[in-house]
Protein backbone atom coordinates (compact mmCIF):
# COMPACT_ATOMS: atom_id res chain seq x y z
CA UNK A 1 0.00 0.00 0.00
CA UNK A 2 1.41 3.40 -0.88
CA UNK A 3 0.24 5.01 2.82
CA UNK A 4 -1.62 7.89 2.78
CA UNK A 5 -0.88 10.43 -0.40
CA UNK A 6 -1.13 14.24 0.41
CA UNK A 7 -0.79 16.82 -2.55
CA UNK A 8 1.32 19.38 -3.19
CA UNK A 9 4.19 18.58 -0.85
CA UNK A 10 4.49 22.61 -0.65
CA UNK A 11 2.18 25.65 -1.14
CA UNK A 12 3.00 29.01 -1.07
CA UNK A 13 0.53 31.67 -1.91
CA UNK A 14 -0.37 34.86 -1.71
CA UNK A 15 -2.46 36.39 1.18
CA UNK A 16 -6.41 35.95 -0.37
CA UNK A 17 -6.07 33.68 -2.70
CA UNK A 18 -7.94 30.20 -2.49
CA UNK A 19 -5.48 27.16 -1.51
CA UNK A 20 -6.91 23.86 -1.97
CA UNK A 21 -4.84 20.62 0.10
CA UNK A 22 -5.91 17.06 -0.86
CA UNK A 23 -5.54 13.81 0.56
CA UNK A 24 -6.41 9.88 -0.73
CA UNK A 25 -6.32 7.75 2.75
CA UNK A 26 -5.48 4.41 2.70
CA UNK A 27 -7.93 1.69 0.75
CA UNK A 28 -10.48 0.17 3.21
CA UNK A 29 -10.14 2.82 6.02
CA UNK A 30 -13.33 4.49 7.54
CA UNK A 31 -11.73 7.74 9.10
CA UNK A 32 -10.51 10.46 7.82
CA UNK A 33 -8.63 13.08 9.92
CA UNK A 34 -6.90 16.62 8.46
CA UNK A 35 -4.75 18.09 10.97
CA UNK A 36 -2.78 21.28 10.83
CA UNK A 37 0.65 21.37 12.85
CA UNK A 38 2.59 24.98 14.76
CA UNK A 39 5.21 25.37 16.77
CA UNK A 40 3.08 27.03 18.31
CA UNK A 41 -0.26 25.25 18.51
CA UNK A 42 1.20 21.27 17.80
CA UNK A 43 -0.44 19.08 16.41
CA UNK A 44 -4.46 20.26 16.13
CA UNK A 45 -7.17 18.22 14.98
CA UNK A 46 -9.42 19.96 12.73
CA UNK A 47 -12.22 17.94 11.50
CA UNK A 48 -12.75 14.39 10.30
CA UNK A 49 -14.81 11.95 8.33
CA UNK A 50 -16.19 8.15 9.07
CA UNK A 51 -17.31 6.56 5.85
CA UNK A 52 -16.89 10.30 4.31
CA UNK A 53 -19.28 11.63 6.31
CA UNK A 54 -18.06 14.75 8.21
CA UNK A 55 -18.42 13.68 12.50
CA UNK A 56 -16.52 16.38 14.02
CA UNK A 57 -15.32 20.02 12.30
CA UNK A 58 -15.42 22.02 16.01
CA UNK A 59 -11.69 22.33 15.34
CA UNK A 60 -11.90 24.19 12.09
CA UNK A 61 -10.59 27.56 13.12
CA UNK A 62 -13.17 29.53 10.74
CA UNK A 63 -15.64 29.80 7.77
CA UNK A 64 -12.65 30.33 5.77
CA UNK A 65 -12.15 26.90 6.29
CA UNK A 66 -13.90 24.23 4.34
CA UNK A 67 -12.94 20.38 3.90
CA UNK A 68 -15.12 17.72 1.88
CA UNK A 69 -15.08 13.95 1.34
CA UNK A 70 -16.50 12.90 -1.83
CA UNK A 71 -15.97 9.07 -1.67
CA UNK A 72 -13.78 6.98 0.20
CA UNK A 73 -10.61 7.71 -1.51
CA UNK A 74 -10.44 11.35 -1.77
CA UNK A 75 -10.95 14.56 0.32
CA UNK A 76 -9.92 18.25 0.10
CA UNK A 77 -9.37 20.56 2.31
CA UNK A 78 -9.57 23.94 1.27
CA UNK A 79 -8.97 27.67 2.63
CA UNK A 80 -10.57 30.90 0.68
CA UNK A 81 -9.10 33.63 1.39
CA UNK A 82 -6.06 32.31 2.79
CA UNK A 83 -4.23 34.50 5.52
CA UNK A 84 -0.54 34.68 6.89
CA UNK A 85 -1.43 32.99 9.70
CA UNK A 86 -2.68 29.71 7.89
CA UNK A 87 1.04 29.11 7.51
CA UNK A 88 1.36 25.90 8.51
CA UNK A 89 1.70 22.28 8.06
CA UNK A 90 -1.73 19.88 7.27
CA UNK A 91 -1.90 16.51 8.11
CA UNK A 92 -3.96 13.79 6.41
CA UNK A 93 -4.32 11.14 8.49
CA UNK A 94 -6.62 8.00 8.15
CA UNK A 95 -7.28 5.08 10.46
CA UNK A 96 -8.95 1.57 10.15
CA UNK A 97 -11.47 1.54 13.06
CA UNK A 98 -12.44 3.85 16.04
CA UNK A 99 -10.11 3.45 18.45
CA UNK A 100 -6.61 4.13 19.20
CA UNK A 101 -4.76 0.28 19.20
CA UNK A 102 -4.45 0.60 15.51
CA UNK A 103 -2.91 3.90 15.24
CA UNK A 104 -3.47 6.69 12.91
CA UNK A 105 -1.41 6.44 9.09
CA UNK A 106 -0.30 9.98 8.38
CA UNK A 107 -0.06 11.59 5.39
CA UNK A 108 3.48 13.30 4.37
CA UNK A 109 1.59 16.50 5.20
CA UNK A 110 1.74 19.95 2.92
CA UNK A 111 3.80 22.50 3.94
CA UNK A 112 1.31 25.87 3.36
CA UNK A 113 3.60 29.61 3.52
CA UNK A 114 0.84 32.22 2.81
CA UNK A 115 2.75 35.57 2.51
CA UNK B 1 -11.12 20.56 27.99
CA UNK B 2 -7.77 18.53 27.93
CA UNK B 3 -4.01 18.66 28.55
CA UNK B 4 -1.11 17.16 27.87
CA UNK B 5 2.43 17.63 29.46
CA UNK B 6 5.19 16.46 28.03
CA UNK B 7 9.31 17.80 28.98
CA UNK B 8 9.87 19.95 25.99
CA UNK B 9 13.63 18.05 25.28
CA UNK B 10 15.63 15.32 26.48
CA UNK B 11 19.24 14.70 25.67
CA UNK B 12 20.67 11.00 25.98
CA UNK B 13 23.64 9.09 24.90
CA UNK B 14 23.74 6.55 22.19
CA UNK B 15 23.54 3.35 23.77
CA UNK B 16 21.39 4.21 26.83
CA UNK B 17 17.95 4.06 28.39
CA UNK B 18 15.50 7.28 27.90
CA UNK B 19 12.21 7.69 29.67
CA UNK B 20 9.82 10.42 28.47
CA UNK B 21 6.82 11.15 30.64
CA UNK B 22 3.28 12.27 29.66
CA UNK B 23 0.64 13.87 32.46
CA UNK B 24 -2.80 14.32 31.04
CA UNK B 25 -5.93 15.98 32.05
CA UNK B 26 -8.99 14.88 29.86
CA UNK B 27 -12.82 15.06 30.27
CA UNK B 28 -13.15 11.46 28.86
CA UNK B 29 -10.14 8.87 28.63
CA UNK B 30 -9.82 5.82 26.41
CA UNK B 31 -6.53 5.49 26.00
CA UNK B 32 -2.63 6.97 25.66
CA UNK B 33 -1.13 6.45 22.34
CA UNK B 34 2.30 7.80 21.41
CA UNK B 35 3.81 9.07 17.76
CA UNK B 36 7.81 10.05 16.39
CA UNK B 37 8.05 12.93 14.54
CA UNK B 38 11.47 13.18 12.54
CA UNK B 39 12.06 16.57 11.24
CA UNK B 40 10.40 17.45 8.26
CA UNK B 41 8.16 14.19 8.49
CA UNK B 42 4.90 12.48 9.26
CA UNK B 43 4.28 11.55 12.94
CA UNK B 44 4.31 7.57 13.15
CA UNK B 45 2.24 5.24 15.69
CA UNK B 46 4.52 3.48 18.28
CA UNK B 47 1.84 2.03 20.56
CA UNK B 48 -1.55 2.22 22.43
CA UNK B 49 -1.89 1.65 26.12
CA UNK B 50 -5.88 1.56 26.93
CA UNK B 51 -5.05 -0.48 30.53
CA UNK B 52 -2.51 -0.03 33.70
CA UNK B 53 0.72 -1.48 32.84
CA UNK B 54 3.79 -1.83 30.44
CA UNK B 55 3.41 -2.60 26.59
CA UNK B 56 6.59 -3.53 24.65
CA UNK B 57 7.04 -3.66 21.51
CA UNK B 58 11.24 -4.45 20.63
CA UNK B 59 13.14 -1.40 22.22
CA UNK B 60 10.13 0.70 22.87
CA UNK B 61 7.99 0.31 25.97
CA UNK B 62 5.03 2.21 27.08
CA UNK B 63 3.41 2.50 30.41
CA UNK B 64 0.14 3.71 31.85
CA UNK B 65 -1.14 4.56 35.25
CA UNK B 66 -4.62 5.70 34.74
CA UNK B 67 -5.36 6.06 38.30
CA UNK B 68 -2.53 8.68 38.18
CA UNK B 69 -3.35 10.09 34.70
CA UNK B 70 0.38 9.85 33.36
CA UNK B 71 2.46 7.77 31.25
CA UNK B 72 5.69 7.43 29.82
CA UNK B 73 7.28 6.12 26.56
CA UNK B 74 10.62 4.13 27.62
CA UNK B 75 13.29 3.30 24.80
CA UNK B 76 16.28 1.20 25.21
CA UNK B 77 19.31 0.74 23.48
CA UNK B 78 19.28 4.56 21.94
CA UNK B 79 20.18 4.81 18.37
CA UNK B 80 21.04 7.89 16.71
CA UNK B 81 18.12 7.68 14.57
CA UNK B 82 16.15 7.78 17.27
CA UNK B 83 16.79 11.78 17.74
CA UNK B 84 12.98 12.93 16.80
CA UNK B 85 9.83 14.21 19.11
CA UNK B 86 7.96 12.12 20.73
CA UNK B 87 4.58 12.99 20.59
CA UNK B 88 1.91 11.49 23.56
CA UNK B 89 -2.13 11.80 22.60
CA UNK B 90 -4.86 10.80 24.47
CA UNK B 91 -8.04 9.24 23.12
CA UNK B 92 -10.57 11.20 24.80
CA UNK B 93 -13.72 9.74 22.81
CA UNK B 94 -15.51 9.20 19.54
CA UNK B 95 -12.48 9.22 17.67
CA UNK B 96 -10.66 12.16 18.91
CA UNK B 97 -6.99 11.96 19.73
CA UNK B 98 -5.82 15.07 21.37
CA UNK B 99 -1.80 15.43 20.48
CA UNK B 100 0.90 16.84 23.34
CA UNK B 101 3.17 19.46 22.52
CA UNK B 102 5.87 16.89 22.53
CA UNK B 103 9.23 15.82 23.90
CA UNK B 104 12.15 16.87 21.42
CA UNK B 105 14.84 13.83 22.08
CA UNK B 106 18.61 14.31 20.89
CA UNK B 107 20.87 11.49 21.03
CA UNK B 108 24.23 12.09 21.26
CA UNK B 109 27.44 9.97 20.39
Known amino acids: DAGVIQSPRHEVTEMGQEVTLRCKPI?????LFWYRQTMMRGLELLIY????????DSGMPEDRFSAKMPNASFSTLKIQPSEPRDSAVYFC?????????????FGSGTRLTVV | GQSLEQPSEVTAVEGAIVQMNCTYQ??????LSWYQQHDGGAPTFLSYNALDGLEETGRFSSFLSRSDSYGYLLLQELQMKDSASYFC??????????FGTGTRLTVIP
Open chain 1, 93 to 105: ASSLIRGGNYGYT
Open chain 2, 89 to 98: AVQTGANNLF
Open chain 1, 49 to 56: FNNNVPID
Open chain 2, 26 to 31: TSGFYG
Open chain 1, 27 to 31: SGHDY
